[in-house]
């Protein structure tokens, strides 16, 4: 995993990621004993698709550092 530049608009459906603005499509959270971890499925303007996780309500974000090739 690798720590991105990422900041989540307050009403949580679009997510700015190094300057490019992306539409949330999709969130998850997964709680466990100790924490939550949150995922977030976005799609910038060109419908290049991603997925970023957090596990600090949203302060950090991070990815994979090799994302799958589908």
């Given at each position: 995993m690798k720590n991105i530049n990422?900041?989540?608009d307050t009403d949580e459906k679009h997510i700015t990621i190094d300057g490019v603005l992306h539409s949330v499509i999709?969130?998850?959270?997964?709680e466990d004993f100790n924490g939550t971890l949150e995922s977030f499925k976005v799609?910038?303007?060109?419908?290049?698709?991603?997925?970023?996780y957090t596990n600090d309500d949203a302060l950090t974000f991070f990815a994979?550092?090799?994302?799958?090739?589908?």
């Open positions: 990422a900041v989540l999709d969130h998850r959270s997964f799609m910038d303007v060109m419908a290049n698709v991603r997925v970023v994979d550092q090799f994302p799958p090739l589908c």
